[in-house]
């Protein structure tokens, strides 16, 4: 009798657990890049720069993307004037530099080698550090697989200045990651 009733209890309760299941599955984990952002209270600055140059609402739309994001402490120890000198344009080609399409775990970051970036025909490089963490181009990733609904974050300790010589093609919308 005691385990017919354990059976029945899970038979009763089978249809409301997967209902949960699916209903969360349906909903997106998490918050947005940018909501993820503003959340940490590191990023006052590269939040005002994505403002700035409307790359806001693109950073909250369904991705996925790939956002190396520098801290605040990293623009900090840029030269001073070096973001107050650049054109809007300028400024958004740095910021799109920080993009890669799709979403870039450090795993896959780390045995790619070389992503694309959202800017133009431009490449970040990935190589390991020794204390086994990641390094994209000059800066090292001091958090990585920072999970949101429509990418990855991983936070850096630079900010990414792309080449001179880069062709500045806005961002590509349909470009893969690694």
């Known amino acids: 009798m005691r385990l017919s009733l354990i059976l029945l209890a899970a038979v009763l309760a089978a249809p409301q657990v997967l209902a949960q299941e699916t209903a969360e599955e349906a909903e997106p984990a998490g918050a947005t890049l940018i909501a993820a952002l503003e959340a940490d209270g590191r990023f006052t600055t590269l939040l005002g720069a994505l403002q700035a140059t409307n790359l806001t609402e693109t950073l909250q739309g369904a991705g996925p993307f790939t956002l190396f994001a520098p801290t605040d402490d990293a623009f900090a120890a840029l030269p001073a004037g070096t973001v107050e000198g650049l054109s809007p344009e300028q400024l958004q080609g740095v910021l799109l530099y920080h993009v890669v399409g799709g979403a870039v775990d450090s795993g896959t970051a780390s045995g790619a080698g070389q992503a694309p970036t959202a800017f133009?025909?431009?490449t970040l490089t990935f190589t390991p550090t020794d204390d086994g963490g990641l390094a994209v181009n000059d800066a090292?990733?001091?958090?990585a697989d920072v999970a949101a609904s429509n990418g990855v974050i991983h936070v850096i300790?630079?900010?990414?200045l792309p080449p001179m010589d880069a062709p500045d093609e806005g961002m590509d919308d349909g470009m893969d990651g690694p």
């Open 140 to 143: 090292t990733v001091i958090e």
């Open 157 to 160: 300790d630079g900010v990414l």
């Open 120 to 122: 133009g025909e431009t």
